[in-house]
């Protein structure tokens, strides 16, 4: 939004055309992004506190883990304001690849909103049942799929990939490119969901 505000006045005020290097914008959405955190984050935590928004722990999870029970839960809102305040701030938002991410970011996190909401305020122990959340990942995959393949980023994006090990060699996918997203974008956000709870194990899923 900054960036689309304030770049054209260049032309005017030399000094604004600063905001065409991406570093400097990336540097700065990193800085709103600490401050929404250190800003907002505190009254946050309150108020998931103050509405009884807690952790509910699971029986079948490891015992070391009914210590959390109580634990404000839904923190994903702080995380997910914190990537797409500064994203929408900083962001060249023509560019296809920033709204095919936001549109990602936002769809995942909504998922995990309702899962979490489920639990907190329904009280509904194992939160979305894993067929509708099944479902609704699918459904992101064969949409970003889609759009990755009939209406690519630019000219020369292909729907290839190398194979490990076999310098030069490639797999063309073709049309089962899009399966194939639905496949990576399913695999990775379960394999992070599965990993969630066990301490340090999610966050370097994620990255």
């Known amino acids: 939004m900054l960036y689309h505000l304030l770049y054209p006045l ?5 000094g ?4 065409q290097y991406i570093t400097f914008r990336t540097a700065y959405a990193m800085v709103t992004a600490m401050l929404i955190s250190f800003i ?4 946050f935590i ?5 509405y009884q928004v807690k952790e509910k722990i699971r029986d079948d999870g490891p ?16 995380i997910l304001l914190s990537l797409i305040v500064p994203t929408l701030l900083w962001a060249d938002l023509t560019n296809y690849y920033i709204r095919l991410i936001l549109l990602v ?3 995942m996190g909504g998922l995990g909103f309702m899962d979490d909401y489920l639990k907190a305020k329904r009280k509904q122990r194992r939160g979305m049942v894993a067929r509708k959340k099944f479902v609704g990942q699918v459904l992101l995959g064969l949409i970003f799929g889609a759009l990755l393949y009939f209406i ?5 994006f292909g729907t290839s ?8 060699y490639f797999l063309e996918f073709g049309l089962f490119y899009i399966p194939f997203v639905v496949l990576v974008l399913t695999g990775a956000s379960n394999a992070v969901n599965l990993a969630d709870g066990l301490d340090g194990l999610a966050i370097g899923l994620e990255n």
């Open 152 to 156: 690519p980023p630019d000219p020369n």
């Open 40 to 43: 907002f984050g505190n009254f």
């Open 46 to 50: 309150k108020l998931l506190k103050k």
């Open 161 to 168: 990939t190398d194979l490990p090990f076999f310098k030069g």
């Open 105 to 107: 970011t936002a769809w």
């Open 16 to 19: 604004l055309n600063i905001f």
């Open 63 to 78: 015992a070391s883990h009914l210590s959390k029970e109580g634990t404000p839960t839904m923190g994903g809102l702080m």
């Open 10 to 14: 260049s032309k005017y005020f030399s």
